[in-house]
């Protein structure tokens, strides 16, 4: 059991559908706390630049194009374990085989419109609250 940091974006078919509240109550119930939190609109370098890890992949193009098509919300989110716990109550990555109760299996669209991105290690985590976040802007 250890503290911990993750980042979590809600996507535009989030923002779109005015549902970013229904999620962030999701978060809060599951025992994380939003310790920072802003909206913004990624350019498509940005997008790019945050989803490098995947730039070889089939889908890289329409999922930066998908990234960019609205408003994201960025969160860092802080608790026990919060990179497993955020993980679990997003579900799976597509909508179709996530459990029953998780917040892409409740409100995502489709395995690209799946409404929230999690970091998937605490390693990772650092390097993408540092992406968006200063350490001004996070209030624990
Ligand atoms: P996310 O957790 O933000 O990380 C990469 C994203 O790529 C993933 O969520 C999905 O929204 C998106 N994506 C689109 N198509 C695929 C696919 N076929 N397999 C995995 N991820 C995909």
Do not use: W
């Not at 329409?62 to 026990?80: A, N, W």
């Amino acid at each position: 059991m250890t503290l911990q940091r993750t980042l979590s974006i809600l996507k535009p078919d989030a923002t779109r559908r005015n549902i970013t509240g229904k999620i962030n109550a999701k978060i809060e119930e599951a025992g994380l706390n939003i310790i920072a939190q802003k909206r913004l609109q990624l350019s498509l370098p940005q997008a790019q630049a945050f989803y490098a890890v995947h730039a070889e992949r089939s889908f890289f193009g329409e999922l930066c194009q998908f990234m960019i098509s609205g408003p994201v919300v960025v969160q860092v989110l802080e608790g026990t374990d919060a990179v497993t716990k955020y993980r679990d109550i997003m579900g799976a990555t597509n909508p179709a085989n996530a459990k029953e109760g998780s917040i892409r299996r409740e409100f995502a669209e489709s395995i690209e419109a799946n409404s929230v991105h999690g970091s998937d290690s605490a390693e990772n985590a650092a390097v993408e609250i540092s992406f968006f976040f200063s350490q001004l802007e996070i209030v624990a």
